[in-house]
């Protein structure tokens, strides 16, 4: 802050983060994969928003960076709807799944991508390459011709003339396909309904044969109350894994008959599997493993010599690992930290020289306009603590008027069993540089803390959460870091119950916007597609005894207690939360008098994706706060209009 900062009120502070370099700088940046002739090349999924938000395949080699995926191609799947896993990599050529028409493609080389498959109705996902078969190993997701059925989910092969053929079914899910080096034996990972994956899964294990068919699997590990994810082989053959049956995300082996803990540890080495093709861990060799885990919400990186049973810390600067993988003397890896927005690195592990292979911002702000959040944990209800990271207002041109306290955004972050993290991301610089502060919640329900906190939203879904981002917001006020007559919350999908439910049945809370929210639990149920069509089973409670609960805390139910003013963004494609989820509370607010904006987006689906959009998204959200508060706003048309809300 200069000395010659000019004194404006919180709220309305000129800011160089403009809603169009949010959307322009971002360039979300996934699914590492690594290859070619010495398994040096990286490969990653970069997304376009100036291009309708497709997926575009690169690769790394040398100092060389290719486009292998160029307009109009997609590499995106949507089996379980939220997809990954959208493509595979064997010496030089990379197999892929095109969005628009679920067909599988393959790149040989520097050629043009050629399709081998006839898509249609059938999806595909997480793939392995079995060469000596000439064949991919997939997840396939068939879905009905016509009407409304749920899809079957099985484990297929895939031949490169296109020819599919059956492996494993009867579960209602599989994932994480996995070969054996030698190629005599897959692994994978099955549940059924009303499971999600990180509530139990079953690891099997079955011998190839001689015509590659399955011989009969066997049930390594797992269960109702126990998930275990990302199955992965080492280079002489063993079978490893991460399992929560310890209460944490931790890594074993199978050896023999026997399962062995490798590094014990109140530490998670996995995520919730949302998407396919997650990796926390790989070989350097037989016995070392480099990984990433996650404690207290803060990631680290190290190397485990499994025969020592020693974890050495690996220097990196980052505070979020999402994805590693392994190369010869080398881990690549997607980091970021409370300064860093999120980026492909390269580390040298011999002397741990860091390289950066792509940034999703490719040029930030100065840092005068950049808040760097601390790491918050306070009491919550029922003597619960909860977690969060605080965006203090900054901007190094301005300053508030003394004595004065700035309106403060809660966030309810979706899933809802997520997590936030601290990585920099110019959507919330976009508040901070405006003098609105943040406060991003890992409520209780939240990953990254272990599985009984994880397990703190089980039938408790729309009371925890709420009860912790209020007790975060009661926090601030108490402290004396935000203005208790102008806290807002905002939260998108699961969170946006979140949202609902804090305006609904509390007070606290003077403002808030919804994004894709859910409203009506019943209505979710009845519309949900499969892989969460059973979640409220666990996050609220098994028929019939459901009933009275989806009613008692679904919004749509109590619009007569909600008088707060609400804004409410929706894709109209949305085939998670769909859109009459929003319509309804927009049109009971309507008809109430409270005021209320709504923001309908055609081609968008569940997450906006689109450069325009986004723009749009964040600008409407922004003059809707500015109005509700009585604050300055910027001269022109107005963004949105606001029903109920006088001139």
Not at 273 to 284: A, E, I, K
Not at 385 to 390: G, K
Request: hydrophobic share 40%; glycine share 10%; charged share 20%.
């Amino acid at each position: 802050m200069t000395s010659t900062a000019s004194s404006i009120p919180y709220g309305v502070w000129p800011s160089p983060i403009s809603a169009a370099i949010v959307a322009a700088g971002a360039s979300p940046l996934t699914q590492l994969a690594l290859g070619g002739a010495d398994g040096a090349d990286v490969y990653w999924l970069a997304g376009r928003a100036s291009e309708a938000g497709r997926n575009t395949l690169l690769r790394q080699r040398g100092a060389r960076v290719d486009e292998l995926t160029p307009a109009p191609f997609n590499v995106r799947t949507r089996v379980h709807e939220y997809g990954g896993g959208a493509y595979a990599v064997a010496g030089d050529t990379v197999y892929f799944s095109h969005f628009a028409d679920n067909c599988l493609y393959r790149v040989a080389g520097g050629g043009a991508p050629e399709a081998f498959t006839t898509g249609g109705n059938t999806r595909h996902a997480d793939f392995v390459v079995d060469a000596a078969r000439s064949r991919l190993i997939a997840v396939r997701e068939q879905h009905p011709a016509a009407g409304h059925a749920h899809p079957e989910n099985s484990l297929a092969a895939v031949g490169f003339d296109g020819r599919e053929t059956v492996l494993a079914r009867g579960h209602d899910f599989y994932a994480a396909p996995r070969l054996s080096p030698d190629g005599s034996q897959l692994a994978w990972i099955s549940w059924d309904h009303p499971r999600l994956p990180w509530q139990g899964t079953e690891l099997w294990l079955a011998d190839v044969q001689a015509d590659g068919s399955l011989g009969s699997p066997r049930l390594i590990a797992g269960g109702a109350r126990e998930s275990i994810c990302q199955p992965e082989w080492s280079p002489n053959g063993l079978l490893h894994f991460v399992s929560d049956s310890s209460g944490w995300w931790n890594l074993y082996r199978l050896h023999g008959a026997d399962i062995e803990a490798l590094c014990p540890m109140e530490a998670e080495f996995a995520t919730p599997h949302w998407t396919f093709g997650g990796s926390m861990y790989g070989f350097l060799s037989d016995d070392e493993i480099v990984c990433t885990y996650i404690q207290a919400g803060v990631s680290y990186l190290a190397q485990l010599n499994v025969a020592a049973a020693k974890l050495e810390p690996i220097p990196h600067p980052y505070q979020e690992i999402r994805e590693l993988r392994v190369g010869p003397g080398f881990v690549a890896l997607l980091g970021g930290s409370p300064t860093i927005a999120l980026e492909l690195a390269r580390i040298d592990l011999a002397n741990h020289e860091l390289e950066v292979l792509a940034q999703s911002i490719a040029q930030l702000p100065a840092l005068d306009y950049l808040s760097v959040p601390r790491s918050l944990s306070f009491p919550s209800s029922n003597g619960r603590t909860a977690y969060a990271f605080f965006y203090a207002p900054t901007n190094g041109d301005v300053q508030a008027p003394a004595g004065t306290l700035p309106p403060v955004i809660v966030i309810s972050h979706g899933g809802p069993t997520s997590m936030a993290s601290n990585t920099l991301k110019l959507a919330t610089q976009y508040w901070t540089s405006r003098g609105i502060g943040v406060l991003d919640v890992n409520y209780g329900g939240s990953s990254g803390f272990g599985r009984e906190y994880r397990d703190a939203l089980r039938g408790q879904w729309g009371i925890v959460d709420v009860e912790d981002c209020i007790a975060g917001a009661r926090y601030l006020a108490a402290n004396g870091l935000a203005d208790p007559e102008r806290l807002i919350i905002r939260g998108g999908s699961a969170g946006g119950l979140t949202t609902l439910c804090a305006l609904t049945f509390h007070d606290v809370f003077k403002a808030g916007a919804s994004y894709y929210g859910v409203s009506d639990l019943k209505g979710l149920d009845d519309d949900s597609h499969k892989f969460e069509s059973r979640y409220t089973d666990y996050l609220i409670a098994s028929q019939p005894q459901a009933e009275a609960l989806y009613r008692e805390r679904s919004p749509i139910h109590h619009t007569d207690k909600l008088s707060r003013p609400m804004i409410f963004f929706q894709g109209l494609d949305d085939k998670v939360v769909p859109p009459q989820q929003s319509q309804l509370m927009v049109d009971a607010l309507q008809a109430r008098g409270v005021p209320v904006a709504y923001v309908p987006l055609e081609g968008e689906g569940h997450g906006f994706r689109k450069a325009e959009n986004i723009v749009r998204t964040l600008d409407a959200e922004l003059y809707f706060y500015q109005r509700v508060f009585g604050l300055p706003v910027a001269a022109g048309e107005p963004p949105v209009h606001i029903d109920n809300l006088p001139a």
